[in-house]
């Protein structure tokens, strides 16, 4: 089967859920481009060591580095089924995936596009509380901590801050979501709905 898929979508849609959905239903491996990449800085492997000199100035790191974690990781499973998370970010990067998976043999199958509003993206992030000492999330609408549990609110839950991450990835993937059109790989699945449903419209665009 091994299949490539790209999930698409702004922080907060949902893709983490769907991701974990399909892994344990079909062994799907995650792979969110922060993760690898600190992955490979604890690892200390040499690209390890390069991205961490860029994060520790707070630069963001160049595609060519960020594609050459992306090949590490896809070499260390070449059978598995892999979503990619958080890459590719621009065009210039999607053109260096389909070059990368061609390589190593794969091809990409599916970029499933979590569609959702604005306005419900901040109701899901700006109602987040974590509770600092068990680190369990909470939420003031869906999910309310007991009277108890002082909780506190993240800095990236913080509304103003989740509107600048919304415009950066507004003007970052509509050209992304262009080039995958013009691929007929691009699928749009409703992601305002609930997990369950947004599931099934994933599983059956993948015809699993």
Do not use: C, W
């Not at 070449?78 to 995936?97: C, K, S, Y």
């Not at 998976?101 to 569609?115: H, M, N, P, T, Y």
């Not at 609110?153 to 801050?161: A, I, L, N, S, T």
């Not at 947004?198 to 015809?207: D, F, N, Q, R, W």
């Amino acid at each position: 089967m091994k299949k490539t898929i790209v999930f698409l979508g702004p922080p907060g849609a949902g893709k983490g859920t769907q991701a974990e959905k399909l892994k344990k239903a079909y062994g799907f491996v995650h792979i969110s481009t922060g993760d690898i990449l600190r992955e490979a800085v604890s690892k200390g492997t040499q690209l390890g060591k390069i991205a961490k000199k860029y994060m520790d100035e707070g630069k963001l790191l160049p595609d060519d580095l960020i594609i050459g974690i992306i090949e590490e990781k896809l070499k260390e499973l070449p059978d598995a089924n892999i979503i990619l998370d958080g890459f590719p970010r621009t065009v210039g990067q999607a053109e260096a995936l389909d070059k990368l998976l061609e390589k190593l043999g794969r091809k990409l199958d599916a970029v499933i596009l979590f569609d959702i509003s604005d306005q419900e993206v901040i109701r899901r992030l700006s109602g987040r509380r974590i509770d600092p000492k068990t680190g369990k999330v909470y939420h003031i609408e869906f999910n309310p901590p007991p009277k108890d549990v002082d909780v506190i609110q993240r800095e990236d839950d913080k509304e103003e801050v989740i509107k600048k991450r919304l415009s950066v990835y507004h003007s970052q993937t509509s050209p992304l979501i262009e080039y995958y059109k013009n691929q007929n790989k691009l699928f749009v699945v409703d992601a305002s709905k609930s997990p369950e449903d947004v599931y099934k419209e994933i599983t059956s665009v993948l015809k699993l």
